[in-house]
């Protein structure tokens, strides 16, 4: 009973340790030659295709619920003035970056993951070393930095969208005053906020892409196996994401001193 209690925190370790040199090898590989633009590009053009137009409609209703709950707050608090700087900060700093890193790595994560996995099991991969060739430089750094450059774009469409449906529902809902809201925003938020956003995207869009990579890279029990860590992949991609958030919101937080404070 011992021996497997003790044993599956090795494995985890042991995943986590393989999972971060597969990081580490990324980032090396990234910058030496040659470089596969065109499968960077046809990447990139996939996950954005599929991953845009997601993206916008869950943008909206979660930048209006934002907006409707912060004003509902504030009215009770008597601090109406406060709702538009509350609601784009919250879209902003913690709303945006989630958005985007949830639909990456549930859309774009699993089809890296299945696609890679498929491939292994077919010994493709086994194939390239044979020839020569890292499957790492060829397949998998592609597919990481395209992740990474679609969270970073699609960071500044979540952020302008929320802050345009929060701005709609509170003023044309919830009576609110254009000016008020735009003057509280202008108040109290600063670059920062906007530079830990995009800090938090690129962190995500990469840490889903290498999770991606390294479960379709290691599949167990054959076509079965590639559906299965497809599915390890997500969860362990959203659990990864929500620790990582919390640990650099934490840290920005102390870092950085809020406006007039």
Known sequence: MAAPVIEFPLSALRQAGRMFALGATVLGMSFRRPFQFREFVEQFWFIASVTILPTALVS?????VTSLQVGSLTQQFGAQSFTGAASVLVVIQQASPMIVALLVSGVAGSTICA????????EELDAMEVLGVSPVQRLVVPRVLACVAVALLLNGLVSVVGV???????VMMQGGTPGAYVASFSALAQLPDIY???AKALLFGFVAGVVAAY????PKGGPKGVGDVVNQSVVITFLLL????LVITGIYLQVVPPKGG
């Open 60 to 64: 909206i209703p979660f930048g209006a």
């Open 115 to 122: 696609d890679i996995g498929a491939r292994t099991i077919r």
């Open 164 to 170: 345009a449906g929060g701005y709609y529902f509170n």
């Open 196 to 198: 830990v956003g995009e």
């Open 215 to 218: 479960r379709g890279l290691n």
């Open 242 to 245: 929500f620790l990582m958030n």
